[in-house]
């Protein structure tokens, strides 16, 4: 397993921009898929995009197509998620998890390693 540690979460107006980050320890690393999850108050976690392990694929959520970007420097040991044109909607507590030789699944079961979480909160 990896250790994650989120960081980049804030209070931003609708329409503004955030870059979250998942620092991970250890040197392997670079062979896990790394997924970002959101969970807002009553409702259950979802994904919001995932990268491969080998960093040749992404997917995201509908609801973010076209505004957030994931990205990986494994150098860095650091995946981001940058967020463009926020929501208020987009308010969630966000969670990166990695998943060792992942595909990028959309299931959190996939993921074996969690962070502690940022909070995103986006003002109307």
């Known amino acids: 397993q990896v250790q994650l540690v989120e960081s980049g979460g804030g209070l931003v107006q609708a329409g503004g921009s955030l870059r979250l980050s998942c620092a991970a320890s250890?040197?392997?690393?670079?062979?896990?898929?790394v997924g970002w999850f959101r969970q807002a108050p009553g409702k259950e976690r979802e994904l919001v995009a995932a990268?491969?392990?080998?960093?040749?694929?992404?997917s995201y959520a509908d609801s973010v197509k076209g505004r957030f970007t994931i990205s990986r420097d494994n150098a860095r040991n650091t995946v981001y998620l940058q967020m463009n044109s926020l929501k208020p909607e987009d308010t969630a507590v966000y969670y990166c998890a990695a998943d060792l030789y992942g595909p990028g699944s959309p299931s959190p079961q996939k993921y074996d390693s969690w962070g502690q979480g940022t909070q995103v909160t986006v003002s109307s």
């Open positions: 250890g040197r392997t690393f670079s062979r896990y898929a």
């Open positions: 990268i491969s392990w080998r960093g040749d694929s992404a």
